[in-house]
Structures are given as structure tokens and as C-alpha cells.
């Protein structure tokens, strides 16, 4: 019987990192993943001479300080080649009025707001408050939600002052931050709120929590900011992966896990998983599982029947939402007057489209040529609940929808399209074996984000969960916080307990 310290599922940015950690301390560790290669949502995929980033395709925590750079200096691996964007974003709200650029520079991007939203100065300077406080907290490694003593005291000595007093929008809204200023009125200023917050919350003004909102409305400023990765997203699996081969793990790739059991005879976690046809068993200690916790109802069946409490918790998250891709082709000549890698758009037809273009010799594309990406999200039952031809016919329809929106954005004539299709909810399930190809993670909510989140620590002994439903939430940068908080907790488990970054 082959048995490690730690069995990790999922090679996605949550997976690579907490193997990576765990494995540079010196415990044994199997990594299994379900697709041929590493990134999960975070991946790219090739068709024909193009390189197309998945699903992320801005990278925040790269910066010194930030969680990226934190752990790879640990790994003592290089940190990608990327540029700072600058604008961030450049959003444009179909109103008649001026598009917003996003601004690297704090100060330029405070002139920008004032102009953009008048009377607005007050709510960003509290939103800055919230986030300078968060800041400090998440430096300071914490644990969330608390589960046990030592999880509260990682907990306690995160607090700083500043955190007792942001403690007390615990359960507010970002709306309720705007009520507070007079400006829950301002239909323009919460239209452009909307666009941004859904991007990363998943949720809008409403029912995103402050204490989250706050801080995805600063992250694009110095001295944090968003990057463009040089080559494509992968560069961050690809690193990850050499650390990995530094200290001997092997990605078992092609092996999906269909059910995890803790083994009373061999005092150790049994992760049963099958490749071509071929069935396979690991054990370990403890399991780290990276996928959306929604995929435990299956993987973890004969322990949920024992804990109906957690069955029902899993089984009543929020649905997350899933989201089409358009991922197309152009010669740069074609795609005239850009100035952003990344635009947000307000279309009457499709709601907001996230457009994202490469840099002319950044690997994505020949020279001369871009690639554009633009994603809107959907409900994932719309999807899965049709026959073949609907499907075709829906597809088909999309595609056509979102080429002319773009058509109509860009300029771009119809007839210069190099290469365009379209991904929906089935590819993505199809791709990162996430059920029903559900994006990003739970809908952060002032009833989901932080102390009242899900947990790391799950009621079984040994098993922990990491990844973007897990504090503080998704993107690569939450994801990495999430697999540090969660090696803390398993080294902290077998008696280490000064491990920090």
C-alpha cells in the first residue's frame, strides 16, 4: 500500500500551491487531477495558432508584499514575467457618458471617480478605511471561519484595532455603505458598482458584503494593482509545477477522484479515482479537496450520510453562476482605438461583457495578430436542460449575439474575424470537472463571506477543503490565500504551529 502525508485534489492554482507549500516543508505528497494539464480555471487551451487564457486572465498579488509574490518567494521560484494594467479596466456604461478608466495611479483614479461620480468622495474614503483595515488582517494570516481553539487563536492574533471597528459592518451591505453616504440614489454610481462587484463577489451592491466589496473596489491601485502575465495565464501552473518537480511530486493527470473514505482499518484516508477505465487507490492522512465543495454530495457519499448536517449545507449553497466565452481572433490593424487589455461593457441584450485583448507579442497570438476574449454570465440550468439541436441552435445564437455587440464596441468588421467560438457551461464542466461548469466560487454575501463562510476544517478528521467557495474567495490571489490558510491549519494539525509566510 503506497501512502502519503497529504493527498491533494485538483492541480488548479488552490491545489499547485498548497502542494507546493506542503511539499517544500518536507511532507509526501500526491497530487491527482482530473484534465492533461494544470490550472483549472486558471489554464489556457490552443486552437490552432492561438493561445487562449480559460477563464482568469488578470492576476492580482504579484506585487511585493502581495500573496503571489509572498509564496513564491518562499518556494524560492521566480514570479512570472507580467506588466501591471494600467488602466485596470476601462468601463463604458452605454449611457451617453465617458467610459471609465480604472486607474493604476491612486491619485489619478480619485480625480477620475470625483469627475466620473460627483458627491461620491465620501463613500470611496470609507471603502478605503475597510480595505487598508482588511489589509492589515489578511497580513497577518488569519483563520477563517474558526472551527476550533487554535483556528481562534490565529484569529486573535490577526486582529488589529482597525478591525474591531470595521468588525461592526460585519453584516452590511456595500449598499449600506451607500446609504450611509446619500447615495443610494445614484443610479449611475451603482450601475458601475454592479459591473465591478459581479466580476469578483459574484453578487451586486445589494447583497455584496462590505467587508469584501471594499477591498475588490481598491485592488486595482498602487501599491497592489492587477497583472497581465507575459505568455498566457498558465505561467502561474507552470511555475507552481517547477517547484513541485524540486522537491519530487509528480501531477498524477487523467485521474478523476469519485469518492473519498476515511479508512477505520488503516487509520487513513482511502481516495479511490479511475483513469482509462483503470480504477486507483491512494492513501493519506489528511486530503486537501480543491474542487467546488458542491462535488462532495458525490465524492464524499457514504461520510455525508453519516452527518446529515453537512450533507444539508453543501446541498443548500447558492448556486453559483456559470458564463459563455467568446474567445476570437483578430489582426491588431482591425481592433482600432484600444486602450485597455481589459474592458467592461453594459450591453441591453447581454447584460455586462467582460472583454479581455492581448498584448501584441505576449505568446497569445502570431505577430500582428490579438487575441479577444469577452465572457457574460449565465444560469447553468438554462443549458444543461437542452436536447442536442436546442443546444446547437443556442449556441449558435450567442455566438452571433456577442460578435455583433463586439462588432458594434470595436469597430470591427464582420468579415476580419480570424477565428471565433464559443464555450458554454458544458464545455466548462467538460474542462475543470466542475459540476454543471459552475465559475468562480459562492456568491460572497454578508451570510457567506468570512466568519460565516465554509469552512476549511470539515467535520471529518483529516479532510479540508481550498479553493475559490473557501476565505477569502476567488481569483488566483484568494485561492493562494486560501491554500496558505489551509497548510497552516493540516501542518498546525501535526504539531507545527510556527509556520507563517
Not at 479511490?272 to 480504477?279: F, M, R, V
Request: glycine share 8%; charged share 20%.
Amino acid at each position: 500500500m503506497s501512502k502519503s502525508d497529504i493527498v491533494v485534489v485538483g492541480a488548479g492554482i488552490a491545489g499547485l500551491t498548497s502542494a507546493a507549500i506542503l511539499s517544500k516543508l518536507g511532507l509526501s505528497v500526491t497530487l491527482i487531477e482530473s484534465h492533461t494539464q494544470s490550472g483549472g480555471c486558471a489554464g489556457t487551451f490552443k486552437r490552432k495558432k492561438y493561445i487562449f487564457d480559460v477563464g482568469a486572465t488578470q492576476v492580482a498579488g504579484l506585487e511585493e508584499g502581495g500573496i503571489h509574490y509572498k509564496i513564491f518567494k518562499f518556494l524560492d521560484i521566480p514570479v512570472p514575467e507580467a506588466s501591471i494594467l494600467n488602466p485596470a479596466c476601462i468601463v463604458d456604461l452605454n449611457d451617453g457618458s465617458k467610459p471609465i478608466p480604472i486607474w493604476y495611479d491612486k491619485n489619478e483614479w480619485i480625480k477620475e471617480r470625483e469627475m466620473q461620480f460627483p458627491g461620491s468622495r465620501k463613500f470611496w474614503q470609507i471603502c478605503n478605511l475597510i480595505h487598508q483595515s482588511n489589509w492589515t488582517f489578511a497580513s497577518n494570516n488569519p483563520v477563517l471561519p474558526i472551527r476550533n481553539l487554535w483556528d481562534f487563536s490565529q484569529l486573535f492574533k490577526a486582529l488589529a484595532p482597525t478591525n474591531l471597528l470595521t468588525g461592526i459592518l460585519l453584516k452590511s451591505t456595500i449598499f449600506d455603505l451607500l446609504r450611509i453616504c446619500g447615495l443610494s440614489n445614484d443610479e449611475r454610481l451603482i450601475k458601475f458598482l454592479n459591473l465591478q462587484l459581479k466580476l469578483y463577489s459574484q453578487e451586486d451592491v445589494y447583497k455584496t458584503a462590505a467587508l469584501y466589496g471594499s477591498t475588490v473596489l481598491q485592488m486595482c491601485q498602487k501599491p497592489h494593482g492587477l497583472w497581465h502575465l507575459k505568455k498566457s495565464m498558465q505561467g502561474l501552473s507552470e511555475a507552481l509545477e517547477n517547484s513541485l518537480k524540486d522537491t519530487g511530486v509528480n501531477i498524477l493527470f487523467g485521474q478523476k477522484v469519485n469518492s473519498m473514505k476515511y479508512d477505520d482499518v488503516k487509520k487513513s484516508w482511502k481516495v479511490c479515482a479511475i483513469s482509462k477505465q483503470e480504477n486507483l487507490e491512494y492513501y493519506a492522512d489528511d486530503v486537501i479537496y480543491t474542487p467546488p465543495p458542491q462535488s462532495l454530495v458525490k465524492s464524499l457519499e457514504n461520510s455525508l450520510d453519516r452527518n446529515h448536517n453537512y450533507r444539508e449545507r453543501i446541498q443548500n449553497l447558492p448556486d453559483p453562476s456559470g458564463a459563455l466565452v467568446f474567445y476570437s481572433a483578430l489582426k491588431k490593424e482591425h481592433l482600432k482605438l484600444i486602450s485597455s487589455n481589459h474592458y467592461q461593457v453594459v450591453s441591453n441584450e447581454l447584460g455586462s461583457l467582460f472583454v479581455s485583448i492581448s498584448d501584441e507579442g505576449d505568446g497569445r497570438a502570431p505577430k500582428g495578430e490579438i487575441t479577444l476574449i469577452a465572457s457574460i454570465f449565465t444560469k447553468t440550468n438554462e443549458w444543461f436542460n437542452l436536447d442536442r439541436p436546442q443546444y446547437i441552435k443556442k449556441k449558435k445564437e450567442y455566438l452571433q449575439i456577442i460578435s455583433m455587440e463586439l462588432e458594434n464596441q470595436f469597430d470591427i468588421a464582420s468579415e476580419n474575424w480570424l477565428h471565433k467560438e464559443l464555450a458554454t457551461p458544458l464545455g466548462f464542466e467538460r474542462w475543470t470537472n466542475r459540476p454543471n461548469g459552475i465559475v468562480g466560487g459562492l456568491g460572497q454575501s454578508p451570510d457567506v463571506f468570512g466568519l460565516f463562510g465554509l469552512p476549511s476544517r470539515t467535520p471529518f478528521k483529516g479532510l479540508w477543503l481550498c479553493g475559490d467557495s473557501i476565505y477569502p474567495g476567488e481569483g488566483t490571489a484568494g485561492v493562494s490565500q486560501s491554500a496558505l490558510m489551509v497548510s497552516r491549519q493540516v501542518l498546525a494539525s501535526k504539531g507545527i504551529n510556527n509556520f507563517n509566510l
